[in-house]
């Protein structure tokens, strides 16, 4: 089955401590995105990456770090100068085909993060 | 500054009803529209569209843009329960990049 799994579904913790979310891709997408979705708010691109060892800040990277080392990989580290951290993050992937845009993102699960 | 405005905010209607779901947007380097519906976690890909007034249609489901006005709609009819959940619009911007409105959270009551 191919798809995009992220994990934890929740994760909780302490303020001033880095996490580090996982996404994982098995669709063999070059593109890979960090969302962030607020209540009431819509999604927000932290970062994106188009293929390995590249990546690009989104329109809220502050506080933020990703790698990309391999292509099934984007790993986010949301760190302790996120000042409002809580949110639910969202991973993305897309590849551009004959059929398809790049603009056609697959999303995964998601990971409900709450820093108290 | 790039934008996407979806109204309205929430709606809520009976099941059986029509619902039209509006997107406006401003953005630099538009490329597509691009709804989604969001359940609990996951959006789900619905439509993309880059041509004016070609509507694109799957099931009770259907969308077409306008691109001189910066507008698109999102027709549901004969709404069923299973379509309540959060729909988004998102503008493509130039080669990847998205850019998402708020969302509109439709309720459909039996």
């Known amino acids: 089955d191919g798809g995009i799994t992220q994990s934890p579904k929740y994760l909780f913790r302490k303020e001033g401590q880095n996490v580090t979310l996982s996404c994982e891709q098995n669709l063999n997408h070059d593109a890979m995105y960090w969302y962030r979705q607020d209540p009431g708010q819509g999604l927000r691109l932290i970062y994106y990456s188009q293929i390995v060892n590249d990546f690009q800040k989104g329109d809220i990277a502050e506080g933020y770090s990703v790698s990309r080392e391999k292509k099934e990989s984007f790993p986010l580290t949301v760190t302790s100068a996120q000042k409002n951290p809580t949110a639910f993050y969202l991973c993305?992937?897309?590849?551009?085909?004959?059929?398809?845009?790049?603009?056609?993102?697959?999303f995964g699960p998601g990971t409900r993060l709450t820093v108290t | 500054e790039d934008k996407v405005v979806q109204s309205p905010l929430s709606l809520v209607v009976h099941e059986g009803d029509t619902v039209t779901l509006n997107c406006s947007y401003e953005?630099?380097?538009?490329?597509?529209l691009l709804w989604y519906k969001q359940e609990k976690k996951a959006p789900t890909f619905l439509f993309m569209l880059t041509s004016s007034g070609i509507e694109k249609k799957s099931g009770r489901l259907s969308s077409i843009l306008d691109k001189k006005e910066l507008f698109s709609i999102l027709n549901i009819t004969a709404t069923q329960t299973g379509d309540s959940a959060i729909y988004l619009c998102a503008a493509g911007q130039g080669a990847q990049k998205l850019v998402f409105g708020q969302g509109t959270r439709l309720t459909i009551n039996p």
């Open positions: 993305a992937s897309s590849i551009r085909t004959a059929l398809r845009s790049e603009h056609e993102q697959y």
């Open positions: 953005v630099t380097n538009f490329r597509s």
